[in-house]
């Protein structure tokens, strides 16, 4: 190797090491920050305007729930606990233990398993069941509707469409292509619009009732108003007037978005949802948010006293709260 040669790749080999050590020095003094948009909750100190005013145990790790007519059930490894919305036990009944899924209306009880669906009476008798539509099937989540319920299929990354006696009517392909890491792949319906969850897009996407796309909204990031990770948002849930909360795992919080996907605030952080990285189960009964972790289920409520300490001036208003 000639001299001149030697020399300019020593150059490059002392610029390489010295631009690493300048960069190595920057990362100590910083302490690894990094800049977010300002209305980003982890920068700062977060205060739900939600204040915890009771919950209660269901006998194991609550899998799914939901609420109707004033009760809530609660969908675990092999029962179902039923329980008034102050959390006073009422009956449990016995089920499969690989349920998925539970969806209830004023007529009938519904749970989801990886290949079929099961029709109970509000009593907890079973009155019957179908299987999936196909072998492949790896059911999700599942919505009711008046007329039809709608599935969530991880395996053949899909949503199927049945009416509510179990007979078959299509499926509904994202134009996007779903992508469903981790069986986060939720589904609700408000005002005959179904909204899904492209998890690994971190995206939310509408649908008419009628499979055809409408829109979709949500973007990649740790922000406010973003989703993070490998697949988020887990779970969806609307409130009294069209409002569409998530709930995301890794750094578990809650958010609300407006009807047409506008991101309004975020609710909860991980500090108030108790900590882990597990997502959070919600529901919204009147007012109050019901959110399932493990076994508890905690029942939060508005706090104008709270509002008005942190966040006076911010132009922010509750979503749930009624005029």
């Given at each position: 190797?000639?001299?001149?040669?030697k020399?300019i790749l020593?150059?490059?080999?002392f610029?390489?090491i010295?631009?690493?050590g300048?960069?190595?020095i920057?990362?100590v003094?910083?302490?690894?920050?990094?800049t977010?948009?300002?209305?980003d909750?982890q920068?700062?100190?977060f205060?739900s305007?939600y204040k915890?005013v009771?919950?209660?145990?269901a006998a194991?790790?609550?899998i799914?729930?939901?609420?109707?007519?004033?009760?809530?059930y609660?969908a675990q490894s092999?029962?179902?606990s039923?329980?008034d919305?102050s959390?006073?036990?009422?009956?449990d009944f016995?089920?499969?233990a690989?349920?998925?899924?539970?969806?209830?209306?004023n007529q009938?009880?519904?749970?989801?398993y990886p290949t079929?669906?099961?029709v109970y009476?509000?009593?907890?008798?079973k009155t019957g069941?179908w299987?999936a539509?196909?072998?492949r099937?790896?059911y999700?989540?599942?919505?009711l509707t008046?007329a039809y319920i709608f599935?969530?299929?991880?395996?053949?990354?899909?949503?199927?469409q049945?009416?509510?006696?179990?007979?078959?009517?299509?499926?509904?392909?994202?134009?996007?292509g779903f992508?469903?890491?981790?069986y986060?792949?939720d589904?609700i319906?408000i005002?005959?619009?179904?909204?899904c969850?492209?998890?690994g897009?971190?995206?939310?996407e509408s649908?008419t009732?009628?499979?055809?796309f409408?829109a979709s909204?949500g973007?990649?990031?740790t922000q406010?108003g973003?989703?993070?990770?490998?697949?988020n948002?887990?779970?969806?849930?609307k409130?009294y007037?069209?409002?569409i909360?998530?709930s995301?795992k890794?750094n578990?919080r809650i958010?609300?978005?407006?009807?047409?996907?506008?991101f309004?605030?975020?609710?909860?952080?991980a500090k108030?949802?108790?900590?882990?990285?597990?997502a959070?189960k919600i529901h919204i009964?009147?007012?109050?948010?019901?959110?399932?972790?493990?076994?508890?289920i905690?029942v939060f409520?508005?706090?104008?006293t709270?509002m008005e300490?942190?966040?006076?001036?911010c132009g922010i208003?509750?979503p749930?709260r009624?005029?």
């Amino acid at each position: 190797m000639n001299k001149s040669l030697k020399i300019i790749l020593n150059i490059f080999l002392f610029l390489l090491i010295a631009g690493f050590g300048a960069y190595m020095i920057y990362s100590v003094l910083s302490g690894g920050r990094t800049t977010l948009p300002d209305n980003d909750h982890q920068g700062g100190t977060f205060t739900s305007p939600y204040k915890k005013v009771n919950s209660f145990e269901a006998a194991s790790n609550i899998i799914s729930f939901d609420i109707s007519e004033h009760a809530v059930y609660a969908a675990q490894s092999g029962q179902v606990s039923v329980y008034d919305t102050s959390g006073k036990h009422r009956y449990d009944f016995d089920i499969n233990a690989n349920v998925r899924d539970i969806a209830v209306d004023n007529q009938a009880i519904y749970l989801l398993y990886p290949t079929g669906i099961a029709v109970y009476t509000l009593d907890g008798e079973k009155t019957g069941e179908w299987e999936a539509c196909s072998e492949r099937s790896d059911y999700c989540a599942f919505t009711l509707t008046s007329a039809y319920i709608f599935v969530t299929d991880a395996a053949n990354k899909h949503i199927c469409q049945y009416d509510r006696e179990g007979g078959f009517i299509r499926f509904i392909n994202s134009p996007q292509g779903f992508i469903i890491p981790s069986y986060s792949f939720d589904i609700i319906s408000i005002n005959d619009i179904l909204y899904c969850s492209n998890s690994g897009r971190h995206c939310i996407e509408s649908y008419t009732l009628d499979g055809t796309f409408i829109a979709s909204f949500g973007i990649p990031g740790t922000q406010a108003g973003a989703f993070a990770g490998c697949c988020n948002p887990v779970y969806l849930a609307k409130s009294y007037d069209g409002n569409i909360l998530t709930s995301e795992k890794g750094n578990p919080r809650i958010s609300c978005y407006g009807k047409e996907g506008t991101f309004r605030t975020v609710l909860f952080d991980a500090k108030t949802l108790g900590g882990g990285t597990t997502a959070c189960k919600i529901h919204i009964s009147e007012e109050d948010i019901y959110i399932a972790n493990k076994k508890t289920i905690s029942v939060f409520r508005f706090d104008p006293t709270i509002m008005e300490q942190s966040c006076a001036g911010c132009g922010i208003e509750c979503p749930l709260r009624k005029d």
